[in-house]
């Protein structure tokens, strides 16, 4: 195959879909690597990187597009790319469908097939290439609120570890997943007080086990989120539904039990967010105000801290893009019926139950085999 990999355009975008070692890999087992120049230095690797391990350094986006069987990126194609796109062309990248109808609608007209990775599944049924990246804005955020929360910001002007004679920020974490997780065990590392709510009682179980006497579970119920927004100094949106859209859990009238100067940190944005007033920003312009309450709302967490974000990404994804390129891509998801889940759009049709009903669109399954 012809393995494309493209500069990410996505405002403040940092991240690369490809190590210089998947070049070296890709190349060895007969495949063409092209890289667009500048691919990498935003994860501070450099075209040479890539030319001595095999690539061919090409220096236009349309020049990937035109001649890549497979195209491999980190976010979703942008209105500039969609003309690029080729029928029977396959992209591997983050979509996140469900949240935008107008992108599922154009990608789905151009008839490639788009492969996702937040809902490839692995072989215990989990999310490997969501997972690192969930891990990312999930540590990311409480950095984040900590920065927020500062009174030049339009925080509360809160400590989140408080001082002695002084109390620690209360911090609410909507969502006991990966991104909650890793959310409360920087939090509890700052000597906060967390509260974890999720609808899983298994789950809050294993959390209880395992996190430190700072960090409480709850049930989560709309009481009991309304009785946490009344205490939230930070507010961390961390609900997902694979594939689907988030639910709405805050509306926008709850934002007045909120104190003024408190946090959100939706990070559940980039499929829809879970508080109704967030909307996407970027690490430009990362922040607004709704009744008094702090926004922060990026879609792209993890592409401020591109080297981190790239290598945690590329050691989980590349195994997929090497067997897609080695055997193609019905046999690789005959191989692997959790590579078979990620195919989202396949030759115009839409084959992602989840975004279907979303959108009210006519579903097909994906049959590798046929």
């Known amino acids: 195959m012809i393995v494309g990999v493209p500069t990410e355009i996505k ?9 210089p070692v998947g070049a070296e890999e890709l190349t060895r087992h007969g495949h063409r690597v092209l890289i667009q120049s500048g691919a990498g230095i935003g994860s501070g690797i450099p075209d040479e990187l890539y030319a001595e391990n095999g ?7 349309d020049e990937i597009f035109a001649q890549a069987d497979l195209v491999i990126k980190v976010k979703e194609p942008l209105p500039a790319e969609w003309p690029k796109l080729r029928a029977g062309q396959i992209l591997l990248t983050y979509f996140h469908f469900a949240a935008n109808e107008e992108l599922t609608r154009a990608v789905l007209s151009t008839g490639i097939t788009a492969v996702a990775y937040e ?11 969501l997972t690192p990246m969930s891990e990312v804005a999930g540590r990311m955020s409480i950095q984040q609120g900590a920065k927020y929360l500062e009174r030049p910001q339009e925080g509360r ?28 065990q920087i939090a509890a590392g700052f000597q906060a007080d967390v509260s974890i709510l999720d609808i899983n009682v298994d789950r809050l179980r294993y959390l209880e086990d395992i ?17 946490q927004l009344m205490k939230a100094d930070l507010l961390i949106g961390a609900v997902l539904i694979e594939g689907a859209r988030a639910p709405v859990l805050v509306k926008e009238e709850d934002l007045k039990l909120m104190k003024p100067g408190a946090v959100i940190i939706d990070v559940a ?15 430009s312009d990362p922040t607004y105000i709704v009744n008094d309450v702090v926004h922060y709302c990026v879609a792209n967490m993890p592409g401020a801290v591109g080297r981190t974000s790239t290598y945690a990404l590329c050691n989980v994804t590349f195994p997929y893009a090497l067997r897609i390129a080695n055997h193609g891509l019905r046999a690789a998801c005959a191989a692997d019926p959790g590579l078979a889940h990620a195919v989202n759009m396949s030759a115009g049709k839409l084959t992602n139950r989840a975004v279907a009903e979303t959108f009210g669109l006519a579903y097909e399954e994906y049959l590798p085999g046929t």
């Open 157 to 184: 002007g809160i400590l989140l570890g408080g001082v002695p004679g002084v109390p620690p920020a209360d911090i609410v974490i909507f969502g006991g997943g990966v991104v909650g997780k890793n959310a409360a």
């Open 55 to 61: 690539a061919e350094i090409v220096t236009t986006a």
């Open 11 to 19: 405002p403040d975008e940092y991240r690369v879909a490809l190590l």
């Open 211 to 227: 996190m430190p006497a700072n960090v409480n579970t709850l049930f989560s119920d709309r009481h009991t989120v309304r009785e």
């Open 269 to 283: 944005v980039d499929q829809g967010g879970c508080v109704e007033t967030a909307r996407p920003t970027t690490h």
């Open 119 to 129: 809902t490839l599944r692995g072989a215990q049924g989990n999310l490997p290439c």
